[in-house]
């Protein structure tokens, strides 16, 4: 059927841009439009601003600008993505009903004692916010099944919900991939890619990583902003590459880290299924990580990868690994884990919704 979707969100995010991909291709006559609040657009999007019709920054005046964009795109639903919720509480609020909200949660604010990493002020009503914006809201998206439970266990749930994690884009991945049984030259190849923090938080991977590097591994990292804290920790810093090109080189690592420190925010991470997961497994590169629940889950069942429940023994656990059944998996699959493949639940959701 055709649609008016208008993205809300804090500032545009990967999530959101693959949404567009996907459902510009399966729906050729949906429009689609993006309301921010955060930074300007240059450079956040290579190659996918022309996927949305129009862009409309939400500056001082909040409600205001989004009254305007509203009316000026007319919208047949908004889908928000979090943090901060108060983005789909002024939706609702701005709407009244008249257009269905869909509250798409990345993280659950309630789980944290962290800020967000992207560093947007949060209002003081922060969880009255987090409630509202499950309980009023058309429908709810979240990334894992973990996540769904935890949201459930704090407020009433909507009638319409989806799991939706945060897959790859096929359109990105490499075509081809080496052989699964290919020989391991010298020490093991292990790569990261994504945010990096120093603030003790569960990206700040200091400590996880030089207890790496300290084994016979070679730890390359790609991270998505500088971060000169890491150097001297015995791994080698890349610099940060657009998707197609950063997707073209993790095919010749032999594993990719999915660890994250649990000091702070060992609940979100149980609830957690980074893009990088399925980065991972869209290249080719079986996954290495601690056992954070949904991750873990995710990697026990479809056999994906290594589950470590500390570092104290990585070095004979990776020297026993046999990584070719773990490669010829991954590639046996990889295809299934993107968005494009499962983008038809999104679009569903979207009908009943605005049906209703």
């Known amino acids: 059927m055709p649609m008016r979707v208008l993205f809300l969100q804090q500032q545009p995010c990967v999530r959101a841009l693959k949404y567009a991909v996907a459902l510009r291709a399966a729906c050729p006559d949906i429009r689609l439009a993006f309301a921010y609040r955060g930074v300007t657009l240059s450079g956040l999007y290579a190659n996918g601003d022309e996927l949305f019709e129009r862009w409309y920054r939400l500056r001082n005046g909040l409600e205001r600008d989004l009254r305007s964009a509203v009316g000026e795109f007319r ?179 032999d594993l990719g880290w999915a660890g994250f420190n649990t000091a702070l925010n060992s609940a979100h991470l149980d609830t957690a299924l980074p893009n990088k997961v399925y980065e991972y497994i869209g290249c080719g590169l079986p996954i290495l990580a601690l056992r954070h629940k949904a991750l873990a889950r995710l990697v026990d069942a479809h056999g994906v990868g290594v589950i470590l429940d500390g570092l104290g023994n990585l070095a004979e656990r990776l020297d026993a690994l046999d990584l070719v059944p773990l490669r010829r998996q991954v590639a046996k699959i990889r295809f299934d884990f993107t968005v494009e493949a499962r983008i038809s639940r999104v679009v569903e959701l979207y009908e009943s919704v605005v049906r209703a």
């Open 75 to 253: 919208p047949d639903l908004i889908h928000s993505h979090n943090l901060p919720d108060s983005l789909t509480v002024l939706a609702l609020e701005v709407t009244d009903g008249r257009i269905p909200v869909v509250h798409d949660v990345h993280d659950l604010q309630s789980l944290r004692r962290t800020p967000y990493e992207d560093g947007f002020p949060e209002p003081r009503e922060a969880i009255a916010f987090e409630k509202r914006a499950v309980e009023e809201s058309a429908a709810l998206v979240t990334v894992s099944e973990e996540l769904l439970t935890e949201i459930g266990v704090r407020h009433r749930l909507p009638t319409r919900v989806l799991t939706f994690p945060n897959y790859a884009l096929r359109r990105d991945l490499p075509g081809e991939l080496p052989p699964p049984d290919r020989p391991r030259n010298g020490a093991l190849r292990l790569v990261y890619q994504g945010t990096l923090a120093t603030n003790d938080g569960h990206y700040d991977l200091r400590e996880l990583f030089a207890t790496i590097t300290a084994t016979n591994v070679k730890l390359d990292v790609y991270p998505n902003r500088p971060i000169p804290h890491y150097r001297g920790l015995g791994l080698d810093i890349r610099r940060k590459l657009p998707p197609a090109r950063l997707f073209a080189a993790l095919p010749a690592y």
